[in-house]
């Protein structure tokens, strides 16, 4: 039973940063997924696939996983590259990068 801590990054319907500022801590799959012959739904009898706990801070889901003596993974966040550009600069004369439609 092995755990992964990560700061979830946001999803494609999200312009803003909620929801990226607490650590998740979910478990890794142990049990293969299988095949449901007579419906065809993929399923799992592995039950701790459903459970996501989160945390403040990594240090805290750090304390949680040795308190309760479980194997974890961090996953650090990648830095974030700020670029600010107003609608105005696409269509600058000295514009550095090529014009695309």
């Known amino acids: 039973m092995t755990a992964r801590i990560y700061i979830?990054?946001?999803?494609?319907?999200?312009?803003g940063q909620a929801k990226t500022?607490?650590?998740?801590?979910t478990y890794e799959q142990e049990r293969p997924r299988g095949v449901e012959p007579l419906?065809?739904?993929?399923?799992?009898?592995?039950?701790?696939?459903?459970?996501?706990?989160?945390?403040?801070t990594k240090e805290e889901?750090?304390?949680?996983?040795t308190r309760h003596g479980i194997a974890y993974r961090v996953s650090e966040?990648?830095?974030?590259k700020a670029k600010r550009m107003s609608y105005s600069d696409n269509f600058k004369f000295n514009r550095v990068e090529s014009w695309t439609h």
């Not at 419906?39 to 403040?56: A, E, R």
């Open 39 to 56: 419906m065809g739904y993929t399923s799992s009898t592995d039950m701790l696939q459903q459970v996501q706990l989160s945390f403040d």
């Open 8 to 15: 979830p990054s946001r999803t494609a319907m999200q312009s």
């Open 61 to 65: 889901a750090i304390a949680y996983c």
């Open 21 to 25: 500022k607490q650590w998740v801590l």
């Open 77 to 80: 966040p990648k830095e974030k």
